[in-house]
């Protein structure tokens, strides 16, 4: 079948319509008007995805893709469809689906689905959710692919066949399995002539290749993982190579795409997620001073939780799968019920002169040091000041300061030092 497109129809009508201006009689482009177009095309492409029925969907979002993506499958029914997610890869779960007209055919999934909306849900960790989307603008169909346009975060989604002979839960346990054994944050090989590095961000989900020396001698992508490999967002020209697809290969940890082979390598200092769990010493003020502290693993196995610096509250560590590092990043921690203010573990750079900031991006990572035999703390740089300490801060309804918080008692950690086995 040949694909549609349906901005193009539109876009062709509106250029014609400056140049039959000035005519004082017209006649119809179309023989049909707009509404039965859409509703034309609308009805092709639900046909097109009844008759499939079973589709891959590689989910983004954030509107610069920053969270990377996710492998779904969706099984359409006439209303209704079951969602299956690397993110809940022993659950599917139902809801319902429509077409609208919204200066567009839009498809959109406006019940709930807790993998569907997880994106757009907002948390205790994210109040403004990541930019997700369940609206999407259909931009073209085959019986190929059907591409859509997140209204929300402006993203490119395709909907593929599903070719897999497997049920599609066992498909995104294979694709969540891969997640969990990818052990190729950094790499290197040859593409082409010329010699290559990279990284993956296995937590963020995007490649970067690096083949020259200049500021601007690399590519990148963000991806998502399938039950083999990578399937990139968007093709990467090195070398004269150019690939969307690359396959790992985990007993030789290597990437490949079949014409070349890249071999990943480990940081030095990574830890496995297990080697963080139990009771430390926690030192600060260059290890004058000492907290007892407990981190316990999240039931999702995605970090730990910090408990022992303040009896108020714990702190969420994230686990970094490519560094074998945890991530400590600044945190609301509280609510102040007097005054409603949000109560922060900010970032603080006390080498740096004093600065903090409450953006939650910034913080530490938490990495093993081999010849002292212990954890240590090292700024994330996404600070202008190098992170070294804590403070809590409070922060207005309407996101402005307000100082420092003492209602916990002590607000201040200063000068992390070390952690190291009780």
Partial sequence: MKTRHFLMTLAAAAMLLPAQSCLKETTDVFETSSSARMQQFIQETSDILLSQKTWFMDYYAGTDKQYGGYAYVLEFGKH??????????????????RFTSDNGPVLTFDTNNPVLHYFATPSSVAYEAMNGDFEYMILEYSAEKI???????????????????????DYVSKVSALAEEFRAPAFEGT????????????????ITIVYGEGEDDYAKSAFVFTDNGLRLYSPIVVNGCTFDYLWYVSNNNLITNGVFTLKGKLPDDYQPYSAFA??????????????????????????????????????RLTYDKGLGRLRWNTQIVGIDEATGN????????????????????????????????????????????????WILWAITPEGKSAGQYSGFGSSQIPYLTYMKRR
């Fill in 342 to 389: 949000s109560v922060y573990l900010a970032a603080w750079s006390l080498s740096g002169g004093g600065s903090l900031t409450w953006d939650t991006d910034t913080g530490v990572t938490i990495h093993w040091v081999e010849e002292k035999g212990q954890f240590e703390f090292e700024d994330n740089g996404y600070f202008d000041s190098p992170v070294d300490s």
């Fill in 80 to 97: 209704s469809v079951v969602v299956s997610s690397e993110l809940d890869p022993e659950n599917s779960y139902e809801s319902l689906y």
């Fill in 191 to 206: 593409i082409g002539d010329s010699p290559v590095t990279g990284t993956v961000d296995i937590n963020n989900r995007w």
């Fill in 278 to 315: 139990g009771d430390f010493e926690f030192g600060y003020y260059n290890g004058t001073r000492k907290f007892n502290v407990t981190l316990t693993p999240t039931d999702d196995g995605n970090g730990y939780i910090m408990s022992g610096l303040n009896s108020n509250f714990t702190v």
């Fill in 147 to 169: 591409t859509l346009l997140g209204k929300r975060s402006g993203n490119r989604y395709y909907l593929l066949p599903y070719n897999s002979e497997e049920k599609p839960l």
